[in-house]
């Protein structure tokens, strides 16, 4: 076969390569999600001042809702708090107060979910939740796999979150306490001031601090866990097993003093 022959086949080939991935693209392209706000432009707000307890959880267990959104947690401004949450996507789940707790709860229902043209997250893609919160709440619960949440410019006393899947933020934060649980998500914190950072490590995928002050880190588990602790993240770290076979194996890159407790 002479060296054109090859060369034509090449080029053939080559081009047969670009058009699939052309095609390819415009498909991925075609299906592509609206922007958030194009989704749900308008909101809905209600009144969460003296809220201590705030929940997320589906009306059905074991099951998997498509959805990707973030719940974000400020100061808010005025005496009255607000929670708001997106008015277009309310058909597929509720919210509601009792006393001091919020509830969203989320429907399963395969006719909301189900479309034959790959539109299947689309419905529940890009849900923004806001909550002004004020010294009053204490714990935040999200069962929902597919929601984040982010604490902004928080100053409280203590504060417990119990989240999953997704990334738990904290930025530009002060407290005195903070007890985390991230099942299968990450951990991040930026520019806040913690003096007792509580972290479960069971199910936490990693975790990160930058341009912190944390005084102490109470580290606990029921596994084998590892952890690396760079310089200047906290002045002292406390591991806690919680049962005999619990482990923690930690990796120290700068100089550092180890106490070991009897």
Known sequence: ???????????????????????FY???AGNKPKEDKELFPESVSMDATGVHTVKFRLD???VYIPLLGR???????????TFSYPKGASKYFTVEREKDTLFVSFRYDEKLFSDKKGEYELPTRGLK???????????????VGGLGVA??????DSLSVRTMFQSFLVDSCRFRALNTEVFSGSFDVYRSTIRDLHINLNG??????????????????????????PRGECRQMFWIPRNKDAELRVTLKTGARVLLQE
């Open 60 to 62: 059905k267990e074991n």
């Open 129 to 143: 939740f806001n909550l002004e919160a004020d010294s009053t709440l204490k714990l935040i619960y999200n069962h």
């Open 151 to 156: 604490l902004s410019n928080l100053t409280l």
């Open 26 to 28: 415009a498909s991925v």
């Open 1 to 23: 076969m002479k060296r054109t022959t090859y060369i034509l086949i090449g080029i053939l080939v080559l081009g047969l390569l670009v058009l699939l991935a052309f095609v």
């Open 71 to 81: 719940l974000w947690v400020k100061p808010g401004q005025g005496e009255t708090k």
């Open 204 to 229: 936490m995928k990693n975790w990160r601090v930058e341009k912190s002050d944390i005084d102490t880190e109470y580290l606990s588990g029921d596994y084998k866990h590892r952890c690396e602790l």
